[in-house]
């Protein structure tokens, strides 16, 4: 993968689209988890964008995943706060609810995934983006602070906020 | 009641739930559409997110009334419009002080490369305009360094460093567009060196105004400011701001001493607008128990005696432009003293 990488920063778009390939549905995922699915496209687009343009100047080849990750993150703060609105989370989503650990019941479980719907849709972008990498992307929260650019201390004082506020919403469910 | 391990679990699955999905179709075609379009940009320059710090000047100079793009443009000969354009050609320039630069030879670039004068900074952090036309911008402090670009009359810069005696003349670093009309916080806003005169002598191919410096001080107008105005105005002394926690965004590059690359966070304005200064705490400050949103008062000072010796930590070899200015990023930093949390206001969004 280093050796893609260094194609690329050369200028080299078939290795950039192998980089595109590969990384595609992660950040696509991660993008979909902060923002919502109907923005997800946008900002998975615009991360791979921009990391062609700044490419040549990424130091260390070796840190390529992070560092798209990173910009993933930024993009999706900006568009949350560029558009100023939270997204809407649909909770008629195929699957959706049957996902839920411990929800035997269907119509609990849709209101579960509702009140935490509602939560998540309160966090900030940065309390989102930390509990995704965390809890989703299975990242060491060292590793989710750097795709932050944050210490260590402030990702955990993040993700304890977090995890608060959607711990709350599910102690308040039956 | 559900306990603490079945909350964490059902909140786990829910988050796991969201990071779902295939990618959408035609993605990777239309990614490389826009990738065709797009031209990289390449190194060698200092950009934004290396030096975020730095690219505040021209907000810094709205607030503190250094405005670049208010500077008197009367009395300057020449096309008044900013025309850099890249070049590495060696030929002859066409300003009217070719005695003070003619851009030298461009060849293989020496291996020493003349050190930075860290400190003293003299000019750093003044204003300046450049009064000839075509004047060469060097990727060092030398006539044998690269020219990187030319700058036409007119432009307005931002004197990092200088000035810097090399070869018999005078040399400062400057901060300048890439492009007229860039925005300061564009990739494109960089920098290069530029020969201003005999050493020693007043500069004749920029005029250079003194900075000025604001008559208060609070997060909105340091988090502005420029590196170097904020190491002449403020010196070390010890400055009051109030602000509310955010976050530390897009730096991606390691270093040391750590607690100057990592500590940082974002104050925000009591108002929830964004004041763009980053705080880094001093070893030893008892910081347990903040949080974003809390609304503090802080005491710090730039200066910092450790940020002398900051350096990156990375396996891939920078230039002496780049340490120099990362020595610049991080002896600007707001490192603070004293925090006191007054407060909490919602993060802003």
């Known amino acids: 993968m280093r050796e893609i990488v260094r194609e690329a920063q050369a200028g080299r778009t078939e290795a950039f689209e192998v980089l595109v390939q590969h990384f595609g549905p992660q950040m696509y995922r991660l993008a979909s988890a902060i923002v919502g699915p109907d923005d997800a496209r946008d900002v998975a687009q615009e991360t791979f964008i921009a990391a062609w343009r700044d490419l040549p100047r990424l130091r260390e080849p070796d840190r390529f995943e992070p560092w798209l990750r990173r910009i993933a993150v930024n993009r999706s703060r900006n568009m949350l706060r560029g558009r100023q609105r939270h997204p809407a989370i649909s909770i008629d989503r195929p699957g959706a609810a049957d996902h839920l650990a411990g929800a035997g019941d269907f119509r609990e479980a849709a209101h579960a995934r509702q009140a935490l719907d509602g939560a998540f849709a309160g966090l900030s972008v940065d309390q989102r983006a930390v509990i995704v990498l965390h809890y989703a992307a299975d990242l060491s929260i060292r590793e989710a602070a750097e795709s932050m650019g944050v210490a260590v201390g402030t990702a955990k004082s993040r993700l304890n906020a977090a995890l608060r506020r959607l711990r709350a919403a599910v102690e308040g469910q039956p | ?349």
């Open chain 2, 1 to 349: 009641m559900k306990d603490i391990d079945s909350e964490t679990q059902e909140v786990t699955s829910y988050v796991r739930d969201r990071m779902s999905g295939d990618l959408p179709p035609k993605f990777v075609e239309d990614v490389m559409s826009d990738v065709y379009r797009t031209p990289q940009r390449r190194r060698g320059w200092i950009g934004w997110p290396l030096f975020a710090g730095i690219a505040a000047a021209a907000a810094g100079a709205a607030l503190v009334g250094i405005g670049l793009s208010m500077i008197d443009r009367d009395g300057v000969g020449g096309d008044p419009t900013p025309t850099p354009s890249v070049s590495a050609s060696p030929e002859a320039s066409a300003t009217p002080t070719p005695a003070v630069d003619p851009c030298g030879a461009v060849g293989p670039v020496p291996p020493e490369r003349p050190p930075l004068s860290f400190p003293p900074l003299t000019d750093a952090g003044s204003r300046a305009t450049v009064i000839v036309d075509r004047l060469c911008v060097h990727d060092s402090a030398g006539t044998k360094f690269e020219v990187v670009t030319r700058l036409g009359a007119g432009t307005d810069v931002l004197l990092a460093d200088g000035p810097l005696a090399n070869e018999g003349l005078d040399w400062y670093w400057v901060f300048f567009s890439w492009l007229p009309g860039d925005p300061p916080n564009s990739p494109d806003f960089t920098m290069g060196w530029v020969a201003a005169g005999p050493t020693g002598q007043t500069p004749t191919s920029i005029r250079v105004d003194p900075p000025r410096c604001p008559d208060t001080v609070t997060a909105d107008v340091v988090g502005a400011m420029s590196s170097l105005a904020r190491l002449q105005c403020l010196g070390t002394a010890p400055h009051e701001v109030t602000g509310v926690i955010h976050g530390c965004t897009d730096y991606f590059v390691t270093g040391e001493p750590e607690w100057l690359f990592t500590e940082c966070l974002n104050l925000f304005n009591p108002d929830g607008t964004p004041s763009n200064l980053f705080i880094f705490f001093a070893p030893g400050l008892d910081t347990a128990g903040l949080d974003e949103g809390d609304v503090v008062r802080v005491i710090g000072h730039v200066g910092d005696p450790a940020a002398s010796e900051c350096r990156a930590l990375t396996d891939v070899s920078i230039t002496a432009l780049e340490r120099a200015g990362l020595v610049l990023r991080c002896r600007s930093a707001f490192v603070v003293s004293e925090i006191e949390v007054t407060g909490y206001l919602e993060p802003p969004q």
